[in-house]
Nanobody, 125 residues
């Protein structure tokens, strides 16, 4: 599967953005899909992930209550709704996928195999 991200941009603090991750030419059925981010000078960190098998989700503590991960009925797109954005949310956001059963922690970047090219999110103060 090849994830393709879209929806990044520039937003003021307190604003919202919705990122999309499309499974190019395929679906995410039988995969777990995660959103990750990497700020300048920092390592890549898991933000949110969802199992497409049973729709269970997991979130980084810093985004709980502000970000929501979801999928569409066709299971070919995963969304990250980001509300109450903060300047510290500024980063390149990546979508990644792993086959169900082939990972331990869907928020651990090393556990996911298929990566998109990333989309920039910038939150101004």
């Amino acid at each position: 599967v090849q994830p393709v991200e879209s929806g990044g941009g520039l937003v003021r603090a307190g604003g919202s953005l919705r990122l999309s991750c499309a499974a190019a030419g395929s679906t995410f059925d039988d995969y777990a899909v995660g959103w990750f981010r990497q700020a300048p000078g920092k390592g890549r960190e898991g933000v949110a992930c969802i199992s497409i098998d049973d729709f269970t989700t997991a979130y980084k503590d810093a985004v709980k209550g502000r970000f929501t991960i979801s999928t569409n009925d066709a299971l070919n797109t995963v969304y990250l709704q980001m509300n109450s954005l903060k300047p510290e949310d500024t980063a390149v956001y990546y979508c990644a996928a792993a086959v169900e059963g082939d990972y331990n922690d869907c928020l651990e970047p090393r556990d996911l195999d298929y990566w998109g090219q990333g989309t920039q999110v910038t939150v101004s103060s």
